[in-house]
């Protein structure tokens, strides 16, 4: 049985409200067990029973929290060990870190994207801003805090496909707590 983490695009922003509760409730329905969330940012911890791919679990919870919620709700699924091995990179030294005013961000992907996109994703970072492709996400160490930044997320979404960012800080406390 494999344990996973949902990571769930715009959960809990605007209309799209939705409670703790109510979200394990519908992985439950789901047929997922073991069902957790870890803060009221759209991520779900689980396992499945069934043994599916990870495919065709991340279509399960598409489809199910779409007849829940009655709109679409992107996806990012990573099994435990892959959160486990994001919180472990460090792709960002500690001074520059230390010299941001933005807190290390991970954006997860729905695909590992190509040569040709993580060109076009170092050409729109704002000047300052540092970013790594690693597999299927995007390590992003903004200048600024994310409500200052220049980074066009319309333009990032083109280059790299859909995505759903977290700090790096959330990423390692599911990880310490979940993925262990």
């Known amino acids: 049985m494999e344990r996973y983490v949902a990571f769930l695009r715009g959960i809990n922003l605007g209309n799209r409200r939705v409670k703790s509760p109510e979200l394990i ?3 439950e329905a789901m047929g997922f067990e073991d069902v957790a969330t870890f803060r009221a940012s759209g991520n779900v911890v689980f396992v499945d029973p069934d043994g599916d791919t990870e495919a065709k679990v991340q279509a399960r919870v ?3 929290l779409e007849e829940a919620l009655g709109y679409d709700v992107a996806t990012f699924l990573r099994s435990a060990k892959e959160v486990a ?3 472990a990179r460090d792709p960002f030294d500690a001074k520059a870190i230390k010299a941001s005013k933005g807190k290390p961000q991970v954006v997860l992907l729905g695909r590992k ?4 996109a993580k060109k076009a994703v170092l050409e729109i970072a ?4 540092l970013m790594v492709v690693e597999g299927r996400e995007l390590h992003w160490l903004p200048t600024v805090g994310l409500s200052e930044t220049e980074l066009d997320t319309k333009a990032l979404d083109a280059a790299l496909g859909l995505g759903t960012t977290r700090t790096a800080g959330t990423i390692e406390a599911i990880a310490a707590k979940y993925c262990a």
């Open 25 to 27: 409730a519908q992985f």
């Open 62 to 64: 598409e489809a199910g």
């Open 85 to 87: 091995a994001i919180a």
């Open 113 to 116: 994207p190509s040569a040709k």
């Open 126 to 129: 704002p000047d300052g801003d």
